[in-house]
């Protein structure tokens, strides 16, 4: 079996684990190439995204979507 096709599969069986990894390195080439003020800025856009995202997909308003995250009910 080559290489992309055992990676497949694994990523098949641990999505979790291969978001993570991707985010990660992701995370660390960002901050070694524009620095941690950047990067921390641009987290900050994608997590305001999400949020905005996920309460478009569960037709709740954005401050629910908020009161929920704080108040740690997802």
């Not at 999505?15 to 987290?43: D, E, N, R, Y």
Request: charged letters at 20%; a positive charge; glycine letters at 14%.
């Amino acid at each position: 079996m080559s290489f992309l096709g055992s990676a497949g599969e694994w990523i098949g069986r641990n999505p979790g684990k291969a978001a993570g990894a991707f985010a990660g390195f992701l995370f660390g080439v960002l901050l070694f190439t524009i620095g941690i003020i950047k990067t921390l800025l641009i987290v900050l856009f994608v997590l305001i995204g999400y949020i905005i995202g996920k309460s478009r997909d569960d037709n709740v308003s954005i401050l629910d979507e908020l009161n929920d995250l704080f108040r740690g009910r997802r």
